[in-house]
């Protein structure tokens, strides 16, 4: 895109703003449309288990399902995020914006409306409107729009900057990067890890029933097959428990989305009672559904 105004002058130093993205219309439908299928698709996986029971869902089929319908487009969403990855500069009265392939500069005085996106995909962000109606083409999307709201007002000058950070989709934003980020070893823990209490009991289940005892299939067999065979099992439950964690997740996110809207004010304290809430659904329901399984009605 090209720049509204080019000026003159060294840029003031850039902020540090998590996840900043700028994002041009088109790709910004090609990122959301590809993160809504990867996270839509999981509770879609869920449900067609437990409806289609003949012919079950097989480990083959769940494993395929999970690359092509939400492991692929994540990936997909998340290189798009890394291709239009940007930094941001704002001091002087100005505005600096640069990223692989664009440099943009426009004067605070240009700015005269800051439009928060309404449906935050593929995550929270806000859009520039200049003085003479055009919408900025690149849009900014970060993890926190909160913080360069703040700067684009305090630094810059920019008084519709401090509307856009009231509005709830900055709220909820705000509130959902309080509460931190997911790292590799947490995602581990609930998933990996904990995936190997229920596995331990569907696998000792499965030994009895199909060869007569814990180790019958490895004395039959052999270890590689054993092995194998928990495994298999393991990976299952792994998935399942992920498709299981969507559908808490997406409702957490849909009811603290909403009470930004109702009740801004709020959005940090359900936040915290979302966050909560999916755990407990999450670390109790699962020994429940177990417990279900094996039960005698």
Same mark, same amino acid.
């Given at each position: 895109?090209?720049?509204?105004?080019?000026?003159?002058?060294?840029?003031?130093?850039?902020?540090?703003?998590?996840?900043?993205?700028?994002?041009?219309?088109?790709?910004?439908?090609?990122?959301?449309?590809?993160?809504?299928?990867?996270?839509?698709?999981?509770?879609?996986?869920?449900? =067609?288990?437990?409806?289609?029971?003949?012919? !079950?869902?097989?480990?083959?089929? +769940?494993?395929?399902?999970? *690359? $092509? @319908? /939400? #492991?692929?487009?994540?990936?997909?969403?998340?290189?798009?995020?890394?291709?239009?990855?940007?930094?941001?500069?704002?001091?002087?009265?100005?505005?600096?914006?640069?990223?692989?392939?664009?440099?943009?500069?426009?004067?605070?005085?240009?700015?005269?409306?800051?439009?928060?996106?309404?449906?935050?995909?593929?995550?929270?962000?806000?859009?520039?409107?200049?003085?003479?109606?055009?919408?900025?083409?690149?849009?900014?999307?970060?993890?926190?729009?909160?913080?360069?709201?703040?700067?684009?007002?305090?630094?810059?000058?920019?008084?519709?900057?401090?509307?856009?950070?009231?509005?709830?989709?900055?709220?909820? =934003?705000?509130?959902?990067?309080?509460?931190? !980020?997911?790292?590799?070893?947490? +995602?581990?823990?609930?998933? *990996? $890890? @904990? /995936? #190997?209490?229920?596995?331990?009991?569907?696998?000792?289940?499965?030994?009895?029933?199909?060869?007569?005892?814990?180790?019958?299939?490895?004395?039959?067999?052999?270890?590689?097959?054993?092995?194998?065979?928990?495994?298999?099992?393991?990976?299952?439950?792994?998935?399942?428990?992920?498709?299981?964690?969507?559908?808490?997740?997406?409702?957490?996110?849909?009811?603290?989305?909403?009470?930004?809207?109702?009740?801004?004010?709020?959005?940090?304290?359900?936040?915290?009672?979302?966050?909560?809430?999916?755990?407990?659904?999450?670390?109790?329901?699962?020994?429940?559904?177990?417990?279900?399984?094996?039960?005698?009605?």
């Amino acid at each position: 895109m090209r720049s509204p105004r080019r000026l003159q002058g060294a840029d003031p130093p850039p902020l540090d703003v998590e996840g900043l993205r700028a994002y041009p219309p088109g790709w910004r439908v090609v990122a959301a449309t590809l993160f809504a299928v990867s996270r839509a698709s999981l509770p879609a996986m869920l449900v =067609a288990i437990l409806v289609e029971r003949n012919p !079950p869902v097989t480990p083959p089929v +769940l494993f395929r399902s999970v *690359v $092509l @319908f /939400a #492991l692929f487009p994540g990936i997909g969403a998340w290189l798009v995020e890394r291709a239009l990855a940007a930094r941001v500069a704002i001091g002087d009265g100005r505005l600096a914006l640069s990223r692989l392939g664009l440099r943009m500069e426009a004067t605070a005085s240009a700015i005269v409306r800051v439009v928060p996106w309404r449906v935050p995909l593929p995550g929270p962000g806000f859009s520039l409107v200049l003085m003479d109606g055009r919408r900025v083409r690149q849009g900014l999307g970060a993890r926190d729009p909160l913080p360069l709201l703040e700067a684009l007002a305090e630094r810059a000058g920019v008084d519709a900057a401090r509307v856009a950070a009231a509005h709830p989709t900055t709220l909820y =934003a705000h509130a959902k990067a309080g509460a931190g !980020p997911w790292r590799w070893h947490h +995602l581990a823990g609930k998933f *990996v $890890l @904990f /995936a #190997l209490a229920p596995t331990a009991v569907l696998f000792n289940a499965h030994q009895h029933i199909a060869y007569g005892g814990l180790f019958g299939e490895y004395y039959l067999v052999g270890p590689a097959a054993y092995f194998r065979t928990f495994a298999i099992h393991w990976a299952t439950v792994i998935i399942q428990l992920v498709l299981y964690a969507s559908v808490w997740r997406g409702l957490g996110e849909g009811v603290a989305l909403g009470a930004a809207w109702i009740a801004p004010s709020r959005a940090a304290r359900v936040r915290r009672a979302v966050e909560l809430s999916c755990r407990a659904l999450y670390y109790g329901g699962v020994p429940v559904l177990l417990g279900l399984r094996f039960a005698p009605w």
